[in-house]
């Protein structure tokens, strides 16, 4: 076997051989290559194409779910709503310069959709001022309050073994509604409560349930014929959990207003939240309870006010606050067996909740 050898030079010894990197060419502002060869706006808008396509977040078949890693997957669909937001704000920018270019010719702004707008009217819309809603008035359970006739006095109970929690909110009621007491249950049904109450000349028994140490519930009887609602309570915050809160509340009756009520069942709630209050508020207190009626939530709030000009009325919260959701109205005084109920809420009214109102419009 022949074996040639090959000469190598002391230079090249040991060293590897380098690979010429071809130099980016550069384009001039004029859209010149230097270093040769010109590119035309053809080429150019197509370089442009491909790099939005690349810069885009996702294609148009992709699903952020299919990403197993969390931080990759929280990362992209950062990624897609910054994208998402950046073509709302282009097009936002768009029309309004084809408006301020139109003039007065521009097309009137599209009114967007929610929830009030698409709200169905309701047919059980009640005008204060009918005769048939003045006699109805006259003649139900509340007129003889409305009369001035008894005054209100209320009870107020809480289901077996209340948590502190749940004793507090009670207590704090108490200081909101005038001439009201609290009584603990002592594992009393609340049918043998009501007759207890009737005879010791009540008008009212409310009770407040609870579960997993929060109220969650609220029983409104009025004495002695009814009627008895059932509400459902949520967020809850007593006084020492709120900010900037006033000073205690005042032994005063407070002013009562009421918002929203305006349909048959939402002006029967509407008396019943009435008659717990004094008919002759006093103002020297300067406080006030609102129960406002927006979506069938009703939100609890207790202010006190001053006037500090003629234009200008500075408000001051004191607490607690609440909203309640109706569950149901029976007729006559709580019997949970064999009562009659006006109005359920049922499964699938809930469903069409979004577009119904049944306490109000």
Not at 34 to 57: F, P, R
Not at 326 to 332: D, F, H, N
Request: proline fraction near 6%; charged fraction near 30%.
């Amino acid at each position: 076997m022949d074996i040639t050898e090959v000469p190598v030079s002391q230079y090249n010894k040991g060293k590897k051989k380098k690979t010429k990197t071809p130099k980016k060419k550069r384009v001039s502002g004029e859209g010149n290559v230097e270093g040769g060869g010109v590119e035309t706006k053809e080429e150019q808008e197509e370089k442009m194409e491909k790099s939005e396509q690349a810069a885009a977040a996702f294609p148009p078949s992709f699903s952020v779910s299919e990403i197993k890693n969390k931080q990759r997957r929280h990362l992209m669909f950062m990624k897609f709503k910054q994208e998402k937001r950046k073509q709302k704000l282009q097009l936002k920018k768009k029309k309004k310069k084809e408006r301020e270019a139109l003039g007065d010719k521009a097309p009137p702004k599209e009114v967007p959709k929610t929830i009030e707008n698409q709200r169905v009217y309701d047919e059980t819309t009640v005008n204060p001022e009918d005769e048939e809603v003045a006699f109805d008035e006259g003649t139900d359970e509340f007129c003889s309050y409305f009369n001035g006739l008894t005054n209100p006095k209320v009870l107020i109970t809480t289901s077996d073994r209340p948590r502190g929690r749940t004793v507090r909110f009670c207590e704090q009621l108490a200081t909101v509604i005038p001439n009201a007491y609290v009584y603990y249950r002592r594992g009393l049904a609340l049918k043998r409560v009501v007759p207890q109450c009737i005879a010791r000349n009540f008008t009212y028994v409310m009770v407040v349930n609870e579960d997993r140490k929060v109220p969650n519930g609220l029983v409104l009887c009025h004495l002695p014929d009814g009627p008895t609602a059932h509400f459902k309570v949520s967020s809850v915050r007593l006084r020492k959990e709120m900010k900037r809160r006033g000073k205690e509340p005042t032994e005063h009756s407070p002013e009562v207003i009421l918002n929203n009520f305006s349909t048959r069942l939402g002006h029967s709630i509407g008396r019943l939240f009435a008659a717990l209050f004094p008919q002759d508020p006093q103002f020297v207190g300067r406080q006030v309870a609102t129960f406002h009626n927006q979506r069938d939530f009703i939100f609890f709030r207790f202010h006190r006010y001053i006037f500090k000009n003629e234009k200008k009325v500075g408000i001051q919260e004191l607490g607690p606050r609440f909203t309640l959701k109706l569950r149901s109205l029976q007729k006559g005084t709580f019997d949970s067996k064999f009562g009659e109920y006006e109005w359920v809420l049922k499964v699938t009214e809930l469903r069409d909740t979004c577009t119904e109102s049944f306490v109000s419009l």
